[in-house]
């Protein structure tokens, strides 16, 4: 066992009150619960507040501008500068905060795939997210080889440390900074969990594809027939729900990466949205927010009863649960499955023009998952109605650090060496836009899922979209003939024909800022206007 005077000084950590090394979750329960960090809630889970960052501040994120990575880094609203002395100077600071006061250290795995998984040590000034810590990443279960841990990069997370931004160059008193040449994240002043994970996934993001592995921020699943799927989709989509099948296995939920065995998780956890959540709808999940090892991020509790409320968003929407896949009943152990037969890409389209389902081609699979398009709509703002088109580069802008081209041309190799088909499945609106059409209904997305992944979908005769290029089956069992057409429903063909036109110049026009050094391979598989 490490002393408490040995691991950290190397970081300039001095005069530390206390170092509790990689605590067992019951450990850190009890921590949790004497330090007042989260109250214990019915069944067993620990539910706790992260104040007025309630998620992700992707305004203050920054990756240090130094030389051994200056020329790789894709320089963007994402991925904003940071000089080395600034990252020093605020490194210094944090340093005397931490004095004389009591950290906590996980020491575990990034990856599931021994020749590419990452050390990470997570040092937190809290129990609890030194427990968010050991769900979300690969524990070493033995633990003897704990004793000569040496991690290929650390996190240090200080929630209550809060940066100066007119001294110290950040936006706000929040802080996630990526420091490649020291292989050190640091955080400050935000309480929010997912910055941990999601930092870490930066990192994998960059020193994955150098190894020639595509990062992917995506769930995916095994069949019993040892078929491996792969579900990209931002949030809304519906990727967690129907990448968590009661038919097939679980590999991951949100990142993973592909080599040349095939596709791996990056985490040990999962850390659902709960908001809303039913027991009928996905019964795993939900029962996952009432076992023992759980975090709940910001669901409302009763005090007295200690019962939670999934449908209460009075701190917000963005309700978390924070479990090992362990809890789940049906996962891949290993964290691994083979190359993916399918690849699906998860979008909700709120104009109401994409089909249900369309197949695409290698060159299409490749502009869409670099445009990376669902819409939404703030229907809680008043006096706004009409939905709003978002692109995330990669269905996951803010942590990708290489040009998106490198990380679609990892996928389109890997989908052509393999001969892999690629899905664009649309779980949005049909027979109008917002506020006039309606959304798919899940059955029909489910048996839309069952025929991509049995290959049935294959076997049906496919019409082009006129603008998208890409290919509209004409038959799929369980889902009637009207439903496969996006048009049907709507009041006037020349409204359905010009909101399908309208929706591919937004695509064209988010393309624009990657046109500088694209293959042209992937630019044809754009829409034709």
């Known amino acids: 066992m490490k002393t408490e005077h040995t691991g950290l000084e190397e970081y300039g950590f001095r005069n530390l009150a206390r170092i509790n090394w990689n605590l067992p979750t019951p450990a850190l329960y009890e921590q949790i619960i004497m330090r007042k960090e989260a109250i214990l809630s019915h069944l067993g889970p620990v539910v706790a507040r992260t104040g007025h960052h309630t998620g992700r501040s992707p305004n203050d994120k920054f990756v240090v501008d130094e030389p051994t990575t200056t020329n790789d880094v894709y320089w963007s609203k994402d991925n904003k500068k940071f000089t080395e002395a600034q990252f020093d100077k605020l490194f210094s600071k944090m340093a005397s905060y931490l004095q004389t006061k009591e950290v906590f250290v996980q ?3 990034a990856g599931a795939d021994a020749n590419t998984r990452l050390k990470v040590r997570v040092v937190t000034e809290t129990a609890w997210h030194s427990l968010f810590a050991r769900n979300m990443f690969i524990t070493e279960r033995d633990q003897e080889v704990l004793k000569d841990f040496a991690p290929d990069f650390t996190v240090v997370n200080c929630p209550r440390f809060h940066a100066i931004p007119e001294e110290d160059g950040t936006n706000s008193e929040t802080f996630i900074i990526v420091n490649f040449k020291r292989k050190i994240v640091i955080i400050g002043g935000t309480s929010y969990a997912g910055e941990i994970k999601k930092s870490i996934f930066t990192v994998m993001n960059y020193l994955l594809p150098k190894q020639g592995v595509m990062s992917m921020h995506c769930s995916a699943n095994i069949g019993e ?3 491996t799927a792969v579900f990209f989709g931002l949030s809304g989509t519906g990727k967690t729900t129907l990448s968590t099948d009661p038919e097939r296995y679980l590999i991951g939920d949100d990142e993973h990466g592909w080599n040349n ?6 985490e040990g956890g999962c850390y659902a949205k709960v908001i809303n959540l039913s027991k009928e709808a996905e019964p795993d999940i939900y029962e996952c927010t009432r076992k023992f ?6 669901v409302a509790v009763d005090m007295t009863s200690r019962a939670i409320d999934l449908d209460d968003n009075s701190l917000t929407e963005n309700t978390r649960a924070s479990y090992p896949l362990s809890q789940l009943p049906k996962i891949v152990e290993s964290g691994k499955g083979g190359h993916p037969n399918n690849v699906i890409f998860l979008t909700y389209d709120a104009f109401g023009v994409l089909p249900p389902v369309s197949r695409l081609s290698i060159p299409q ?3 869409h998952f670099i445009s990376g398009y669902t819409a939404r709509v703030a229907g809680t703002e008043k006096g706004v109605t ?9 269905f996951g802008a803010p942590f990708m650090v290489w040009h998106p081209s490198v990380y679609a041309k990892l996928l389109g190799d890997k989908v052509k060496e393999k001969n892999v088909q690629c899905w664009l499945v649309n779980t949005g609106l049909t027979g109008g836009p917002y506020g006039v059409g309606k959304r798919f209904s899940i059955k029909y997305t489910r048996a839309i899922i069952k025929a991509i992944l049995t290959g049935e979908l294959n076997k049906t005769e496919f019409k082009t979209d006129p603008i998208f290029g890409f290919g509209i089956p004409q038959f799929i069992p369980g889902v009637p003939a009207e439903v496969l057409d996006p048009s049907f429903g709507w009041s006037s063909r020349q409204a359905y024909d010009d909101m399908h036109r309208s929706l591919a110049s937004k695509f064209a026009e988010n393309f624009k800022r990657f046109e500088d050094g694209m293959d042209p391979e992937i630019t044809k598989g754009g829409p034709t206007l």
């Open 107 to 109: 020491e575990c795995y």
């Open 225 to 227: 027939e040892g078929d």
């Open 261 to 266: 065995d095939g596709v791996f998780n990056i």
């Open 293 to 298: 090892g759980t975090i709940l991020e910001n």
């Open 365 to 367: 699979a490749m502009y």
């Open 386 to 394: 009409e939905p709003k088109a978002v692109f995330s580069t990669c």
